[in-house]
């Protein structure tokens, strides 16, 4: 079956991860992505090297690979007359355009919002900036690390008292390309009434601060911020996370406390403590955490989490294990609703990669290509837009395509 966004075609110039995984995520929707890029491919295509990581299997990136999986590329050298012209083409016939260069390149290279829609008034232009298109900052470069700290999110992160929080790289890219996409859906389904393109812009800063929610309201309405949390000293005891006598994690979570103080005891062999004038009301166990959080620490280290997890469940008290990302990719209940997706790679073969944050009961989500060898598409792509197979070879001796 068709996803929700089957005939929509989506030009996209963008790299490393905020604006790809946009595209991608139109892509699992069923749209159309083109990606366009020089020579030189995406700088993605040598991520992790960059860094000094695994590059991945058989020559591919498993970075690139994931952020670019449902597209097909095009490499062009949009610094000459003839490589703009094929882009234009391309726009002429596209629905969207989806970049996430700095604010001011699209201007400098004669691909802004008033030239694009000028040839195609129906066209979305999204643009995920790093931080919007307004204010002293707009034009200043962005990277993932440079947005989490800015949006407060390092600050939010880690232990009262402790440095800021360091978080694994790109889950601020991430979410910048959820939201471009919303937006870019959102802009569509105006079109749908209007009939009228328009410009769109999401941003990493943006994306970030809308993310955190509720953490903002305490500054915004209090003009204090909420605190940071010491797991040792929290004020909910049960609502807190544990080691076990494995040597794993599990996180029990009751926001009705009194509700179910009575089970946590009786769960954990802890009777004794239900009605102890310490720890038999929510007040009472607030102003003696520390105490509680340290028996709970010592009862927890007495069975492992599968046992513990056990028990809880027959006791209906909330829990759920801390898991790694290997265990999250082994979770049955991420595998039941395609959260994580088994795709049979052409050149890996049997693999797992994340799937769908979303379920369409009528026009589901897929994966139909992998991620494209940089220019893979080229002539394919040229030749639905007119050209020849002389018009291609004289491209490439003039060094416009590859």
Known sequence: MAGPLDGIRVVEISMFQQGPVAGMRLGDLGAEIIKVEPKTGDPARGMMRIIGADTGLKGRNYYFESNNRNKRSIALDLNTEKGKEIFFELIKRADVFLTNMSIAAPKRMGIDYQTLSSLNPRLIYAHASGWGRQGPDANELSFDYTGIARAGTMMMCGERGGPPGTLIPGMGDEMGGLMCAWAVTAALYVREKTGKGQLVDSSLMGSLIALHGVNFA???????????????????????????????????????????????????????????????????????????????????????????????????????????????????????????????????GKIKMLGFPWTFAETPASVRREAPELGQHTEEVLLELGYSWDDIAKLKEEEVII
């Open 218 to 348: 305490a500054p915004g309405v209090l003009g204090r911020e909420f605190p940071r949390l010491l797991r040792a000293e929290a004020g909910n005891a049960i609502y807190n996370h544990y080691k076990c006598k494995d040597g794993k994690w599990i996180v029990i979570a009751h926001l009705q406390p009194d509700r179910y103080w009575p089970n946590v005891c009786k769960a954990m062999g802890l009777e004794e403590l239900e009605h102890d004038p310490r720890f038999n009301t929510i007040e009472a166990r607030h102003d003696n955490g520390k105490e509680l959080v340290s028996i709970l620490d010592k009862k927890f280290a007495t069975k492992t989490r599968d046992e513990w997890m056990e028990i809880f469940k027959r006791e209906n008290v909330i829990y759920t294990p801390i898991q790694s990302p290997t265990e999250v990719f082994k979770d049955p209940q991420a595998l039941a609703n395609d959260y994580v997706i088994g795709v049979d790679h052409p050149v890996w």
